[in-house]
């Protein structure tokens, strides 16, 4: 069963026998007519003929999270009768960028974080620590190329430290400062280049004066906790495995992390022929996308090993944009 739809079951049903009693109790229907999916009229994307005229190819990147983006929006586009190809799984964001300036592909999400740092090649250590400001500055960095970056999500996928749940709460931590005293006791683990990096370990244990007594190198970070080869680890916000209850992410209390909100990279002649309606239309879809959204999506890729596409649609359905 899609675990997804399991908090939205009961307000589904709930609204589908609202509509159903309307309709059985008056029989002049006003203009609350019938888009159908059991979803108000107001919310459902409406499909435009003429916007059949308008071709976008939306990318995304090469990992799950990006695949279930992508098709969010390109499903939402489809829906509103664009023209709409797919290029997803293109690889990085050096790739995909390149790929959005020279016209291979009309959009595709990226963090505002890595806007800033991997293709604005700003340092970590200059980044905003509000989302509104590092998105303001995405807008003005893209501009340059010819690029729109679209409202950001509610959801960000940024770094965190992160332990075994029952390990969390023998120590007794929730935020990262909590773990000053306990650091020369504890194992970290993280990808290898992060032990030196400034924007990783260096970084965390300068900001919240840290000093861990070990560090493991390792690109399986949940693998390593889990086999007690480390006490704590790097995740990321948005992982799928903190969908089962087994793992504990830290507060980042200090805000060391810069903000990885999505905003919706696209080509400025395209997001012009979306409309007023399109763009407003792409900005409504991603409201629901909250970090706990996000990281059930992702759990459905990639431990129950559900399609893509087929996520994109189910969270489009459930949230009334489409039947």
Do not use: H, W
């Not at 939402?76 to 293109?90: H, P, S, T």
Request: glycine share 8%; proline share 4%; charged share 30%.
């Amino acid at each position: 069963m899609n675990r997804y739809l399991r908090p939205l079951l009961a307000a589904l049903v709930a609204l589908c026998l609202a509509l159903a009693a309307s309709a059985c109790g008056d029989d002049d229907d006003d203009d609350g007519g019938g888009d159908g999916g059991g979803a108000p009229a107001s919310e459902a994307i409406q499909s435009d003929p003429a916007n059949a005229n308008t071709r976008i190819t939306v990318g995304s990147k090469n990992f799950p999270e990006q695949f279930v983006l992508g098709e969010i929006y390109a499903q939402a586009l489809e829906a509103a009768g664009f023209d709409v190809r797919k290029q997803l799984n293109i690889g990085s964001e050096v790739v995909a960028f390149k790929a959005l300036r020279q016209g291979e592909i009309d959009a595709y999400p990226e963090y505002t974080g890595t806007v800033l740092t991997a293709l604005l090649n700003r340092k970590t250590e200059d980044l905003p620590k509000d989302p509104d400001v590092a998105y303001e500055q995405v807008v003005e960095g893209v501009a340059d190329d010819n690029l729109t970056a679209f409202p950001r999500t509610p959801f960000e996928n940024t770094y965190r430290l992160g332990l075994l749940k029952e390990r969390a709460e023998e120590l007794g931590v929730t935020t990262t400062s909590d773990l000053a005293g306990e650091a020369a006791d504890l194992t970290i683990t993280g990808y290898p280049e992060c032990r030196q990096r400034l924007d990783c370990l260096l970084g965390v244990e300068r900001v919240y004066d840290l000093e861990f007594g070990d560090f493991v190198a390792s690109e399986s970070t949940y693998e390593v906790l889990d086999q007690g080869e480390a006490d704590v680890g790097f995740l990321f916000t948005t992982d799928a495995q903190l969908s089962t209850g087994d793992y504990t992410a830290l507060e980042d209390d200090e805000r060391f992390f810069p903000p990885y909100n999505i905003t919706l990279l696209m080509r400025n002649a395209k997001a012009e022929a979306l409309g007023d309606a399109g763009r407003e239309m792409l900005e409504r879809i991603q409201e629901p996308l909250t970090e706990e959204i996000m990281i059930e999506l992702n759990s459905r890729v990639v431990i129950d090993k559900e399609k893509p596409e087929d996520v994109a649609a189910d969270y489009l359905r459930a949230e009334g944009f489409i039947e």
